[in-house]
């Protein structure tokens, strides 16, 4: 994305967003300072985030890629008049999203995440030894509504707070396909996010009957959004929303605090395909909800009940 590109009408959760230049841009790619370890330090500090545009080797990515569809085909998601590699939907499939089960069946996905050149980027930047979470956040998301705008913390707060998310997309990501957006600035956003930011969406007030009734059902009380419409979101923040058309090879990381959301998948019959995952510095506590072979996650058993 630059000054001459002819940008589309970009929409996330439903809502048109504004496109004038001093509230929706690009992402800075950080590539160029990938093997500057202060610099990217540096960086982060002041974007919140660090694109890494071609970090990743693309014939990895894609190998992973090719996995993930076959097993979306093997699960009959896929338009079987297209090939596999064009990732298109089944009719009737708009409720698939989230399968993070795929993830832990791909060695080649387990490998490009948590070993190799990633694991490497993540001790280099920490400056130590680093470990991950133990769930990986794989999607395949249909064309429709993406996620709606909000922070990591209160997803993955009760370690500690400097952990990082990495998202990745297998393949190439044109325009109306959609992808990752970022709130610039928004990580600096203190004031808006000090009574948002620390929540946590699996905490409930034992206390209180309906709130407990949902913990007990595996729901929460407090979902972490912080809005249904992203364009008065940035009214209200500030900066803009920047994005970029991604490729197989790019992932983008940033810190808990950072207001991130999704551009809508406007193509009539295309899976979106990414992932997140999360890395920290071994010597910090690590939120228990995520580790082990088979994390609780937002399950009843990662449900903590407080006295309100």
Same mark, same amino acid.
């Given at each position: 994305?630059?000054?001459?590109?002819?940008?589309?009408?970009?929409?996330?959760?439903?809502?048109?967003?504004?496109?004038?230049?001093?509230?929706?841009?690009?992402?800075?790619?950080?590539?160029?300072?990938?093997?500057?370890?202060?610099?990217? !330090?540096?960086?982060?500090?002041?974007?919140?985030?660090?694109?890494?545009?071609?970090?990743?080797?693309?014939?990895?990515?894609?190998?992973?890629?090719?996995?993930?569809?076959?097993?979306?085909?093997?699960?009959?998601?896929?338009? &079987?008049?297209? &090939?596999?590699?064009?990732?298109?939907?089944?009719?009737?499939?708009?409720?698939?999203?989230?399968? +993070?089960?795929?993830?832990?069946?791909? &060695?080649?996905?387990?490998?490009?995440?948590?070993?190799?050149?990633? =694991?490497?980027?993540?001790?280099?930047?920490?400056?130590?030894?680093?470990?991950?979470?133990?769930?990986?956040?794989?999607?395949?998301?249909?064309?429709?509504?993406?996620?709606?705008?909000?922070?990591?913390?209160?997803?993955?707060?009760?370690?500690?707070?400097?952990?990082?998310?990495?998202? =990745? +997309?297998?393949?190439?990501?044109?325009?109306?396909?959609?992808?990752?957006?970022?709130?610039?600035?928004?990580?600096?956003?203190?004031? *808006? *996010?000090?009574?948002?930011?620390?929540?946590?969406?699996?905490?409930?007030?034992?206390?209180?009957?309906?709130?407990?009734?949902?913990?007990?059902?595996?729901?929460?009380?407090?979902?972490?959004?912080?809005?249904?419409?992203? +364009? !008065?979101?940035?009214?209200?923040?500030?900066?803009?929303?920047?994005?970029?058309?991604?490729?197989?090879?790019?992932?983008?990381?940033?810190?808990?605090?950072?207001?991130?959301?999704?551009?809508?998948?406007?193509?009539?019959?295309?899976?979106?395909?990414?992932?997140?995952?999360?890395?920290?510095?071994?010597?910090?506590?690590?939120?228990?909800?995520?580790?082990?072979?088979?994390?609780?996650?937002?399950?009843?058993?990662?449900? !903590?009940? !407080? =006295?309100?």
């Amino acid at each position: 994305m630059n000054a001459t590109t002819a940008l589309p009408q970009f929409y996330s959760y439903d809502c048109a967003l504004d496109m004038d230049a001093d509230k929706f841009g690009a992402l800075r790619s950080s590539t160029d300072a990938k093997n500057d370890m202060p610099e990217l !330090r540096r960086r982060l500090a002041e974007d919140g985030y660090l694109y890494m545009k071609g970090y990743l080797d693309r014939d990895q990515v894609l190998e992973a890629r090719a996995k993930i569809l076959a097993h979306l085909g093997a699960k009959n998601l896929l338009d &079987p008049a297209y &090939p596999k590699a064009d990732a298109r939907c089944r009719s009737g499939t708009e409720g698939v999203a989230f399968i +993070p089960e795929v993830a832990d069946e791909i &060695p080649e996905v387990q490998q490009l995440l948590y070993s190799g050149s990633l =694991v490497e980027f993540y001790r280099r930047l920490f400056g130590e030894q680093i470990r991950h979470y133990d769930f990986t956040w794989l999607r395949a998301m249909p064309p429709g509504k993406g996620t709606n705008p909000h922070s990591d913390l209160p997803y993955m707060g009760r370690g500690t707070d400097r952990h990082m998310t990495c998202w =990745v +997309p297998y393949g190439d990501i044109p325009y109306k396909l959609g992808g990752l957006m970022v709130l610039e600035g928004s990580h600096k956003r203190m004031d *808006l *996010l000090k009574n948002y930011a620390h929540r946590d969406v699996d905490s409930y007030c034992v206390n209180s009957p309906i709130q407990k009734r949902r913990a007990e059902e595996g729901k929460w009380s407090f979902t972490g959004t912080l809005s249904r419409n992203p +364009p !008065r979101l940035r009214d209200r923040f500030g900066g803009r929303w920047l994005t970029t058309e991604f490729e197989a090879g790019d992932f983008i990381t940033f810190g808990m605090f950072l207001v991130h959301a999704a551009v809508d998948n406007k193509t009539e019959n295309q899976f979106r395909i990414s992932s997140d995952s999360r890395y920290q510095k071994a010597s910090e506590s690590i939120d228990e909800r995520w580790i082990g072979p088979n994390p609780p996650g937002h399950s009843v058993a990662g449900k !903590r009940g !407080r =006295v309100c």
